[in-house]
């Protein structure tokens, strides 16, 4: 294996890594970071797309480009040691309340109660799942 998670694993007893007492990171917990991450960049990248207006504004169009590329790189490798399952429903999680919450701050989306009542429904399953995963 030559990939980064095969260095994590390397790195120390367990599978640790980095940091001092209390600092070090396991590979689980790397791949959970990491899902995250590109939960966050699916929303990057799904507001891009939005504001690309059909790929006809450069700018945006890279941006969701860079940002498509690095989340589902992220949730590939996150998937060597979460479940697909819990992994992909986590990713996509993440980034559906992402990408809502961006359209009420500030693409003048509505902020009715029963839509973040919804919302908030979908962070409490994301969190479900990583709690019993």
Same mark, same amino acid.
């Given at each position: 294996?030559?990939?980064?998670?095969?260095?994590?694993?390397?790195?120390?007893?367990?599978?640790?890594?980095?940091?001092?007492?209390?600092?070090?990171?396991?590979?689980?917990?790397?791949?959970?970071?990491?899902?995250?991450?590109?939960?966050?960049?699916?929303?990057?990248?799904?507001?891009?797309? =939005?504001?690309?207006? #059909?790929?006809?504004?450069? /700018?945006?169009?890279? $941006?969701? %480009? &860079?940002?498509? @590329?690095?989340?589902?790189?992220?949730?590939?490798?996150?998937?060597? =040691?979460?479940?697909? #399952?819990?992994?992909?429903? /986590?990713?996509?999680? $993440?980034? %559906? &309340?992402?990408? @809502?919450?961006?359209?009420?701050?500030?693409?003048?989306?509505?902020?009715?109660?029963?839509?973040?009542?919804?919302?908030?429904?979908?962070?409490?399953?994301?969190?479900?799942?990583?709690?019993?995963?």
């Amino acid at each position: 294996m030559h990939t980064k998670v095969a260095e994590w694993r390397r790195a120390g007893p367990n599978g640790a890594c980095g940091g001092g007492p209390g600092g070090s990171l396991t590979v689980g917990r790397m791949a959970w970071i990491l899902l995250v991450v590109s939960g966050f960049m699916e929303t990057a990248w799904a507001v891009a797309l =939005e504001r690309s207006e #059909g790929f006809s504004k450069v /700018v945006p169009s890279v $941006i969701f %480009a &860079v940002a498509l @590329a690095l989340s589902m790189a992220g949730l590939g490798i996150a998937l060597r =040691e979460i479940p697909v #399952g819990t992994g992909y429903a /986590v990713w996509v999680g $993440i980034g %559906a &309340v992402g990408t @809502a919450v961006i359209g009420m701050l500030f693409l003048g989306e509505s902020h009715a109660l029963p839509r973040i009542l919804c919302l908030l429904l979908i962070v409490c399953g994301v969190v479900g799942l990583k709690l019993f995963s």
